[in-house]
């Protein structure tokens, strides 16, 4: 088992090289047959873990956690062999479930929004994600906690049209590892108007980073007050493969009265860094409805994600 993982050239920074038949292991060279089997006391790594590796120069990779030291992580891997890296060389480390190993999915973030609508799920403290919406929005989220994220919308050239910005805070408690709820708020400000306006909302979000259903239910705050008449939102991201999901977030309003839904609906291509999504906006109330392209987003994760 060693020769085999051995016989595989190390191709990134700081990898043990192939030892020579014969002779004496090289000081600080590990062994398949001296790894540990169990967790390292006083650290998070797990080992025995399936990792999604990326470094600080932007090579990503996945492999088993098999040592952990102060300074340095191995992992056995099926391309490279054993790879020890530096840890001050680590720009990410995340650990991959069960079902994405068994798939071959690399890790694609941490399943915090939909289109336009979040999930409960939020962004890992240091983490964040900047997004550009149909050419003229541009938003940004980041985590300040795992369990607290705080974003801006606004538009990308600030005079043309509504000039204003929006804030919006958001709070993610997990019950559990697929289970999550919060709570946020969207609440902007025009340039050139009087008052302000925005929404507060309340979220469940069921299912793993790759593929979840969420429920929400919000309000309208202006300067009027609350909206007595309440918004729901059904929505679910499902991964489909390697690098597409699909999207879907439905609207409800007026429950109770002549009501109506809208939403939007499409693709998603995801890397670990990188996201862009197609949608189409389709609606239907009581004498009207229909099918419209609508949506266009990019979006980029940025960041480090402390090693955990």
Do not use: C
Request: aromatic share 10%; hydrophobic share 40%.
């Amino acid at each position: 088992m060693a020769g085999s993982a051995w016989a595989q050239q190390p191709a990134l920074p700081g990898a043990p090289q192939p030892p020579v038949p014969g002779a004496p292991a090289a000081p600080g060279t590990v062994r398949m047959s001296e790894l540990p089997e169990t967790n390292v006391t006083g650290r998070h790594e797990a080992v025995g873990q399936v990792y999604s590796v990326e470094t600080a120069g932007g090579t990503i990779f996945t492999g088993t956690l098999r040592a952990t030291s102060e300074e340095s992580l191995t992992f056995e891997t099926k391309e490279l062999g054993i790879v020890t890296l530096q840890r001050t060389n680590m720009r990410q480390l995340s650990s991959l479930t069960p079902e994405q190993v068994r798939r071959g999915f690399n890790y694609i973030g941490n399943g915090t929004r939909m289109f336009l609508a979040p999930t409960a799920r939020n962004l890992h403290k240091g983490e964040g994600e900047v997004q550009v919406i149909n050419i003229f929005l541009t938003g940004a989220n980041y985590g300040i906690t795992d369990n607290i994220s705080v974003g801006v919308l606004v538009p990308i050239i600030p005079f043309v049209g509504v000039p204003f910005v929006a804030v919006t805070p958001k709070v993610s408690v997990p019950i559990n590892d697929k289970f999550h709820v919060g709570a946020g708020i969207l609440y902007g400000f025009a340039t050139g108007f009087e008052g302000s306006a925005g929404a507060g909302y309340g979220l469940a979000t069921y299912g793993t980073a790759d593929t979840n259903v969420t429920f929400g239910l919000g309000y309208g705050i202006g300067s009027g007050g609350v909206s007595s008449s309440p918004v729901g939102v059904i929505g679910a991201n499902v991964r489909v493969s390697r690098l597409f999901s699909l999207v879907n977030e439905t609207y409800l309003a007026n429950f109770g009265s002549v009501g109506g839904i809208a939403g939007l609906g499409g693709l998603r291509y995801t890397a670990p860094r990188f996201n862009a999504s197609l949608g189409l906006l389709y609606y239907s109330a009581r004498n009207d409805g229909g099918v419209y392209p609508a949506y266009l987003d990019v979006g980029f994760r940025f960041g480090k994600v402390k090693l955990r």
